[in-house]
């Protein structure tokens, strides 16, 4: 052999239990984690398509939509996205992104990559545009397609939607949402708001581990891909070839990549335990659960990043940082004791704590916990200070 067997590989890996409160992953539920066990089947035996239908049943719910080009990509939330773009756009076309953070830089740097042209329209962060704003820069860019994130993760902030989709079809565009970290933890029906895109991920409020991103295409935006006059230039991400093997047409199916089984268990054991909670007692959760952090958080002396509490996600709570103290000795203090809180990203990085409290994390006992564990961490900080 030119390369020996590893030694590191002879022993077990370290994989400590964290509480994981950061932007995500967030902790997976144990029935979701059984679920990854089962016996793994073949991509296209009559048994895991069957499971591959009830998991598109269980996206259509979690998005609240008909759509039938309903799938889950074999790949994490930028997967999604990229998707989303791929299919939508061609060489040339025009791309409005609303740009209230991190994310709206990721889907500039995709949609030129598809030889898009890219305009934005800004709010500052811990701001939200608002449906007035919007349909002047529609009027003036006059895109083919308008991209938002509902749950802006550099932020905090949750995009208000409504009239979005209206604005966008008034002007022959189609609307593209990004819900990442925001499924399952705020409102969102992509029918009703006229949704023409919706992609997330697994890992937050899902709680299942990161590998899977269901998307959703309306009516209205396959017929563009269906108008193209370019391929897809991506074969893994074609949303029309992903449609066949996932079975959303009425033909039969065909091998396109092997599909992610264990993961696909993995979703579906965790679109089930959101079923059985209700959609809407799920996001009401995460309403109740986060006034008891806002609480913890004013009791230690601290305030929410984002002024306007009508903005804020209720799954993901991003905190400022007071005047002297060190935000990254804070999260790291934490980590010493298992718990995950994440500093900002992009133009908030220094100037916040993240925390996430997605899925069944959302609950008094992690909040409580973690707010005691920030306390100890300030009191600590201002007594070397
Ligand atoms: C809003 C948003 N979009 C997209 C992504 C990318 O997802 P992933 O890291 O699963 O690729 C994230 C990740 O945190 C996110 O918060």
């Not at 899925?359 to 005691?372: C, F, P």
Request: aromatic fraction near 6%; glycine fraction near 8%; hydrophobic fraction near 40%.
């Amino acid at each position: 052999m030119d390369v020996p067997p590893p030694a590191c590989l002879k022993s077990p890996p370290n994989i400590p239990h964290k509480l994981l409160l950061g932007p995500g992953p967030s902790n997976a539920a144990e029935d979701v984690l059984q679920a990854m066990t089962s016996p793994l089947l073949g991509h296209l035996h009559p048994e895991f398509l069957k499971i591959m239908d009830e998991v598109k049943e269980g996206i259509q719910y979690v998005f609240q939509t008909k759509n039938k080009l309903t799938f889950a990509i074999s790949g994490t939330g930028h997967a999604g996205m990229e998707c989303a773009l791929v299919n939508l756009l061609e060489p040339g076309d025009r791309l409005l992104v609303v740009d209230i953070g991190f994310w709206a830089n990721r889907a500039t740097d995709m949609a030129e990559r598809c030889g898009a042209t890219v305009q934005r329209v800004v709010e500052s962060p811990g701001k939200a545009v608002d449906a007035a704003t919007l349909e002047k820069a529609i009027e003036s860019y006059r895109p083919h397609v308008v991209f938002v994130v509902q749950g802006e993760s550099s932020t905090g902030v949750c995009q208000p939607l409504e009239k979005f989709g209206a604005i966008c079809h008034k002007h022959g565009a189609l609307l593209v949402v990004d819900t990442v970290a925001s499924l399952g933890g705020a409102e969102f029906y992509a029918d009703r708001l006229e949704v023409d895109c919706v992609y997330s991920a697994t890992q937050k409020c899902l709680n299942a581990p990161p590998s899977l991103a269901p998307i959703s295409f309306s009516e209205r935006a396959l017929e563009k891909i269906k108008k193209r006059t370019k391929k897809v230039q991506s074969y893994y991400l074609d949303a029309e070839l992903l449609g066949n093997y996932w079975g959303c047409f009425d033909e039969p199916r065909r091998y396109h990549h092997t599909g992610m089984i264990s993961s696909v268990y993995a979703l579906r054991a965790a679109l089930a335990r959101l079923a059985a909670e209700g959609l809407d007692e799920a996001v009401q959760k995460h309403k109740r659960n986060v006034q008891l952090l806002y609480i913890g958080l004013d009791d230690i002396g601290v305030s929410p990043f984002v002024q306007d509490e009508t903005l804020r996600l209720p799954c993901l709570t991003t905190v400022a940082v007071p005047e002297g103290i060190d935000a990254k000795q804070v999260c790291d203090t934490l980590m010493s004791q298992g718990i995950e809180v994440a500093g900002g990203l992009g133009p908030t990085a220094g100037k916040l704590w993240r925390i996430g409290t997605f899925g069944m994390n959302s609950n008094e006992a992690n909040i409580k916990r973690v707010v005691a564990a920030m306390k100890a961490a300030l009191a600590d900080q201002k007594h070397h200070i």
